[in-house]
């Protein structure tokens, strides 16, 4: 939280970038101009063995926070989330002619079209009939899929997987907007991804979490910085690293493990959301129009009675110091993120806000 022109709390309530922890902007700000040696971090080279330490330590620190297992490969690459959609049929289809999509918003569809560049992507369930605003109940998954792709937050939907779906073969997850908000069954995955910008610090990295069984099966075409073997065998500096977001990365894990980890920010994200859904399912004038099973608990979007309120509500909200709540152009009206950085009093403060705003305008 920082404060408004007339000192009043700002929060940010952005799907991405999103609000960092002020603990983290304030390490930040100390840092910046002398981190080694008189010079920032932005200006050494990522080879210092004082880099390469603090790059090992950041992976430990993110392996004791999600309770990674030893067979799991930890790798830090550049391209965002979205390069991902190539990178994981790239490295993991293996020689295979089809892989399995689940289709439940706008995300895990850009995943399926991205990989059809690379082999068949099955659309093995959608949601889309719906207006991506449930779950599916059942899949057709194919046999000779090496793993099944879904994405278990969608961002823009506001579509959460409470439990991942189930299959006998790996999933491989799109965690982009949700990472480090529960804890993980390993068992199940072959990969899970996440840029940071959401939940991991800022855009510039984004964090593989792959089993090591999959490495070494990339095609050959795999550019070397996408390929999941290299990166392993080069700590994830194939070339030069965007060392400044790796940094805050691990700013973003420490503050994460001093919170209480993943128990403690489990139970806040349960809190914050409960706040939000309460209020617009006890009103008639907001309204969420996701199934309840499917509700995320991190992007909320909700609607407005019209779309003349939806504005008036965006910029006087905007006016008492609540950013950044229009939701995405796919779906249009607003959407609350409620990332680990966003405080329970940012969330009352909106549910305050939207009370009064009710009474004014309902
Ligand atoms: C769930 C999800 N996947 C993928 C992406 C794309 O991420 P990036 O911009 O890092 O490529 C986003 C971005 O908002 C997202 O929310």
């Not at 706008?106 to 690379?118: E, G, M």
């Not at 790996?170 to 991804?193: A, C, E, H, P």
Request: aromatic share 10%; hydrophobic share 40%.
């Amino acid at each position: 939280m920082t404060t408004t022109n007339n000192s009043a709390p700002l929060y940010n309530f952005g799907a991405g970038p999103a609000c960092l922890p002020q603990a983290v902007l304030a390490q930040i700000r100390e840092d910046i101009p002398n981190w080694y040696e008189g010079m920032s971090i932005m200006e050494i080279s990522h080879r210092l063995p004082v880099v390469m330490k603090l790059t090992e330590k950041i992976e430990a620190n993110l392996r004791t926070l999600l309770a990674i297992p030893e067979e799991f490969a930890v790798l830090f690459m550049h391209g965002g989330a979205r390069t991902q959609f190539s990178a994981v049929p790239l490295n993991l289809l293996n020689g295979a002619a089809e892989a399995d999509y689940i289709v439940t918003g706008h995300w895990s569809n850009l995943a399926l079209k991205d990989a059809s560049a690379y082999c068949k992507a099955e659309c093995v369930a959608s949601t889309s009939e719906g207006q991506f605003t449930s779950l599916p109940s059942h899949y057709r998954f194919t046999e000779a899929s090496p793993y099944i792709h879904y994405t278990d937050n969608e961002t823009i939907h506001g579509v959460e997987f409470a439990t991942p779906p189930e299959a006998d073969k790996w999933l491989v997850s799109d965690m982009t907007s949700n990472i480090l908000t529960k804890s993980l069954d390993f068992s199940r995955y072959g990969l899970i991804y996440a840029s940071a910008q959401k939940n991991l610090g800022i855009a510039g990295i984004t964090v593989v979490i792959v089993r090591k069984s999959l490495l070494g099966k990339a095609h050959p075409f795999t550019p070397p910085t996408l390929n999941y073997e290299l990166c392993f065998q080069n700590h994830s500096m194939i070339n030069t690293p965007p060392v400044f977001s790796w940094y805050v990365l691990g700013l973003v894990v420490d503050w994460a493990l001093q919170m209480g980890g993943l128990t403690a920010i489990t139970k806040q994200v349960a809190e914050k959301a409960k706040l939000l859904y309460e209020l617009i399912d006890a009103s008639d004038f907001y309204h969420n129009p996701v199934a309840i099973e499917a509700r995320s608990r991190i992007n909320i979007p909700f609607r407005l009675p019209s779309e003349m309120q939806e504005s008036l509500f965006l910029a006087e909200a905007e006016k008492n110091g609540l950013k950044q709540l229009k939701g995405h152009k796919v779906v249009g009206g607003c959407r609350a993120s409620f990332y680990n950085a966003m405080p329970i009093e940012g969330v009352k403060a909106l549910v305050d806000f939207m009370r009064y705003f009710e009474k004014a305008h309902g």
